[in-house]
């Protein structure tokens, strides 16, 4: 059987609230004083997940720190795994930030889905400049049951 992983690595940062700010103000989610997701333009100044927020400041002392919302991020990844669920019938939460998906059978729905909503794609690779090649969240329309 063929598993397809999905890693989310920016979910915390794209389950907040959207910002008021520019895209290219540096932002960075934080737990316990310590930086769990940082966007393209943190990344750029030296931020990395595992920093201290001491050092996150240091390297970019214009970087928006907003606590990491878990719950936010379960509905956000909830959401994408209903979501995953258009190209198969079974898909596994890989909390904090991941899914994993079965491909094998289905696989001819990815392929679908990448040529017949392209639109679909480039939202999940937008930022992929400032994100090192990293996907972003997708928002889902649906509620899981």
Not at 67 to 92: I, Y
């Amino acid at each position: 059987m063929l598993w397809l992983a999905l890693r989310f690595s920016l979910l915390p940062l794209d389950a907040l609230a959207p910002p008021p700010d520019a895209p290219s103000t540096p932002r960075a989610a934080a737990s316990q004083g310590r930086v769990v997701a940082a966007n393209g333009a943190a990344r750029q100044l030296g931020v990395a997940p595992g920093m201290g927020l001491a050092s996150a400041w240091g390297l970019a002392p214009e970087l928006k720190v907003t606590e990491r919302d878990g719950a936010a991020e379960t509905r956000a990844l909830a959401g994408l795994a209903c979501w995953g669920g258009n190209f198969t019938p079974q898909v596994s939460l890989d909390p904090p930030a991941g899914l994993l998906l079965v491909a094998a059978a289905n696989w001819h729905l990815v392929y679908v889905a990448v040529i017949s909503q392209p639109d679909c794609v480039a939202h999940l690779r937008a930022g992929s400049a400032q994100s090192s090649g990293q996907f972003s969240a997708a928002k889902s329309s649906c509620t899981p049951s």
